[in-house]
């Protein structure tokens, strides 16, 4: 079965500092597609980043990049310059290409204090 | 662009009743749409799969004749809550695919059901 694992429930850290949200993921497909979403307490879905498993190098944008370790099937979320606006909760999923079905992670909760 | 919109974002109903909540894609034509829900701080649970024109794709536990969809156009999916009970009270998500969208989805900003 597919999985997405996200271990950190909460993470907490000072405003205008980096932060590393952490995400593995198990497929035996090689195809599919990686995805940090973040969800305000709006509970808006907002797409962060996207990354292609197809594709070394690593997504980026703007403050967020991700640390994608394909055969450790890792894929880490980085946001550097932490804003308070970064407050919400982070859910990292996985589309494999064979059923086009999002697999979600359990979440993270990032809070930016000022 | 990709925008994607829920109707009501509130409703409050009584035990028995049935809801209906609209998912519409505003400026993209929808080949999929799906359906979520969600429960306090947790994770997005996919409920069913909805294509244009065809019977929606239920996945395994949701009940197919409570929670009945339809995806009647490109724009438009409805998620009917029938014969609501207490325990329906949740946090529902539409998204919406298209054909461009490089399995990108895009999501509505739910509707919060509260049944009494």
């Known amino acids: 079965a597919q999985t997405v694992t996200q271990s950190q429930p909460e993470m907490s850290v000072q405003e205008a500092e980096t932060v590393t949200l952490s995400c593995t993921y198990d497929t035996s497909e090689n195809n599919y597609y990686l995805f940090w979403y973040k969800q305000p307490p709006s509970r808006q879905m907002i797409l962060v980043i996207r990354?292609?498993?197809?594709k070394q190098q690593n997504a980026t944008e703007n403050r967020f990049s991700v640390n994608f370790q394909k055969a450790a099937k890792s894929f880490s979320l980085k946001i550097s310059d932490s804003q308070l606006g970064d407050t919400a909760m982070y859910f990292c999923a996985c589309l494999m290409d064979s059923n086009y079905q999002l697999i979600w992670g359990a979440g993270t909760k990032l809070i930016i204090k000022p | 662009g990709a925008v994607v919109s829920q109707h009501p974002s509130r409703v409050i109903c009584k035990s028995g009743t049935s809801v209906k909540i609209e998912c519409r894609s505003l400026?993209?034509?929808?080949?999929?749409m799906f359906w979520y829900r969600q429960f306090p701080k947790k994770s997005l649970m996919l409920m069913a799969t909805s294509n244009e024109g065809s019977k929606a794709t239920y996945e395994q536990g949701v009940e197919k004749d409570k929670f009945l969809i339809n995806h009647a156009s490109l724009t438009l999916s409805t998620l009917t809550v029938t014969s609501a009970h207490p325990e329906d009270s949740s946090f529902y998500i539409c998204?919406?695919?298209?054909?461009?969208?490089?399995?990108?989805?895009?999501f509505g900003p739910g509707t919060r059901l509260t049944v009494l």
């Open positions: 998204s919406a695919e298209g054909a461009s969208s490089y399995n990108e989805q895009f």
């Open positions: 990354q292609e498993a197809y």
């Open positions: 400026d993209f034509q929808a080949t999929t």
